[in-house]
């Protein structure tokens, strides 16, 4: 699946200069394959200096533990709102944490988003991520009731880890659309009977919440011969599609700018460098002496390895990963 992407304007040398996007993973069904998507998972990416592209796993906890993860959820609805626009015949979804669930302006804000565009919801899914206990969120059945009478469905992620498990889950009451088992469920695939009844027992669990379930993290053709024989009807991994489909933008110039502020704040960004080329870490500040650092415009900060850090995201970026 492509999606339209917008040409952006020239990002220039402010801070908030940032483009945010996804990599749109296709959720599929395994007992049709080719035939049946359920819907696209939008991956957060965020590309700096026109060359450096961070996935998800290098913000997102920086932004979940400094409290600025609602800027990120509020951001990429807006552009899954948009891609849906584009593209009349898209299903999407994306992440959303249970601190943005929490904060009832952050809520209202993402409820005012999905609102003004009430036709696209029923092409979206909104998936609550496993980063908080859900059951420590008052009313945290209205909240998600809330998004869900918007036409949204509701998705469980990574059901058996962190705060997602039926332990915390206790008490919440909500009618779940979709519930996502960790990729964790595997285990061990060198033990196949224990891992074939340790991914059936987990697909029961789930069935109990929702009547779909996606198994996530199948990467091999042995992950899809399991989950097939579990009883997965659903599945979502690496083995399903090539070339990673990417639509990029850059956000409008609020929240782009908290974004931006709250990253380089938590430690997660870059910042603009100075003439002298200079990384800002948390007690002090070095010139780089690499070449390969110079010509970039922004570098990396608050990161203990950063000159590693950042040889290993510009080759990766340079050879045509997703960084």
């Not at 990120?72 to 944490?97: K, T």
């Not at 996502?180 to 060198?190: A, E, S, V």
């Not at 011969?225 to 991994?237: F, I, K, L, P, T």
Request: aromatic share 6%; net charge negative; glycine share 8%.
């Amino acid at each position: 699946m492509r999606y339209p992407s917008p040409t952006p304007p020239p990002l220039g040398d402010r801070p908030a200069a940032i483009r945010l996007g996804f990599a749109a993973e296709p959720v599929v069904d395994l007992i049709h394959l080719g035939t049946n998507t359920l819907y696209h998972e939008c991956l957060a990416r965020i590309m700096l200096a026109e060359s450096i592209v961070l996935k998800a796993g290098d913000f997102v906890d920086d932004l979940e533990g400094g409290g600025s993860i609602r800027l990120l959820d509020a951001a990429m609805v807006d552009l899954v709102l948009d891609a849906l626009d584009a593209q009349r015949h898209a299903r999407l979804g994306c992440n959303i944490s249970p601190r943005t669930l929490a904060d009832r302006f952050a809520l209202a804000d993402i409820l005012r988003r999905i609102g003004v565009r009430p036709w696209l919801a029923s092409r979206l899914t909104l998936e609550i991520t496993e980063s908080a206990p859900l059951r420590e969120i008052a009313d945290v059945g209205v909240r998600l009731g809330a998004l869900r009478s918007l036409g949204c469905h509701i998705a469980l992620d990574d059901f058996g880890a962190r705060f997602a498990t039926p332990t915390h889950l206790r008490g919440v009451a909500i009618e779940w659309d979709i519930v996502k088992l960790d990729r964790t469920c595997f285990g061990d695939l060198q033990s196949l009977p224990q891992a074939h009844d340790r991914l059936r027992s987990a697909i029961a669990r789930a069935s109990s919440l929702a009547s779909v379930v996606v198994v996530e993290g199948i990467e091999t053709r042995e992950h899809l011969d399991v989950a097939r024989e579990a009883g997965a009807h659903y599945g979502q991994g690496w083995v399903f599609e090539g070339p990673v489909r990417e639509y990029w933008t850059v956000p409008d110039e609020t929240i782009g700018t908290k974004l931006a502020t709250a990253m380089i704040a938590h430690g997660a960004a870059l910042r603009p460098s100075g003439s002298g080329s200079q990384i800002v870490s948390d007690d002090s500040e070095c010139e780089a002496d690499s070449p390969m650092l110079a010509e970039q415009s922004y570098v990396l900060s608050r990161v203990d390895t950063f000159y590693d850090r950042v040889r290993t995201l510009i080759a990766s970026t340079r050879a045509g990963g997703t960084a």
